[in-house]
């Protein structure tokens, strides 16, 4: 059975425990965090901090599905920049939201961080591929002994210029080439590549450990023009049993107003295909 979860920086001056408590209320199972609502820097959080995050969740039935918007803060971070003191400050800092991730209950990271991954200016393609590669092999061992698994989104040209293709993502995970890295989809962004998505599923399946839902216009599922029941037809089809984690950038018609509106309808597709009472 697929899980339903929400992200939660649409949530603007929310705190977290609130946010549990309203996702709890209209049925989400899952939180997704964007750690840089919690901090500038997640290793300015306390032990006792992190395990009140989690308590909290727990207290309210929500798993803490994971982290993403992972770059956004602190300044100065990339995962290719030639400058190798900047790669090994991003490294450091992956490594700290591995801890963090951790920490408070979450087994899924969501790579997406379009500004820390683009092109820089001079810097061919190879290179950047090559130091890409290096960058999140040099973090593995810590995703393993975390029990904590980073999953590469391709995300679409409007955001960065750099891994825009499910098929480009995937072959960044065979190339890290560790159980510890994997591959999310985000419909958004699937919509941009011109395929249906149905079949960028299937290609994505051996990989595929987590998916956002949203819809080319920015909002939630069912605020747009996007059906999703060829998606949760796919999604079942290939037996995936993680979450459907609501992601939008419009947030004008307001946290709560997304938030139920996406609810209500991928509750009403999935009970479609018998994967909801």
Known sequence: MMKLAICNEMFVGWDIERVFEFAASIGYEGVEIAP????????????????QIRSSANSFGIEVVGLHWLLVKPEGLHIHSPDESVRKRT???????????????????????PKQRRLIEGESYTDAWERTVRTFSNVMSEAERCDVTICIEALSPNETDFINSVQEAIKLVESVSHPNFQLMVDVKAMLSEGR??????????????????????????????????????????????????????????????????????????????????
């Open 36 to 51: 840089f609502t919690l901090a500038d820097d997640v290793r300015e959080l306390s032990k006792a901090r992190r395990n």
């Open 91 to 113: 490294e450091d800092y992956l490594k700290a939201l591995i801890h963090f991730c951790a920490d408070i209950g979450g087994r899924i990271m969501v790579f997406g961080s």
């Open 196 to 277: 249906p998505i149905e079949q960028l599923i299937f290609e994505a399946a051996p990989y595929l450990k987590h998916v956002h839902v949203n819809d080319a216009n920015m909002l939630g599922p069912g605020m747009g023009e996007t059906d999703y029941r060829p998606i949760v037809k796919a999604l079942s089809e290939i037996g995936y049993d993680g979450f459907l984690s609501v992601e939008v950038f419009d947030f004008s018609p307001g946290a709560e107003n997304i938030a139920r509106q996406s609810i209500a309808y991928l509750q009403e597709v999935l009970s479609e295909y018998g994967l909801r009472s």
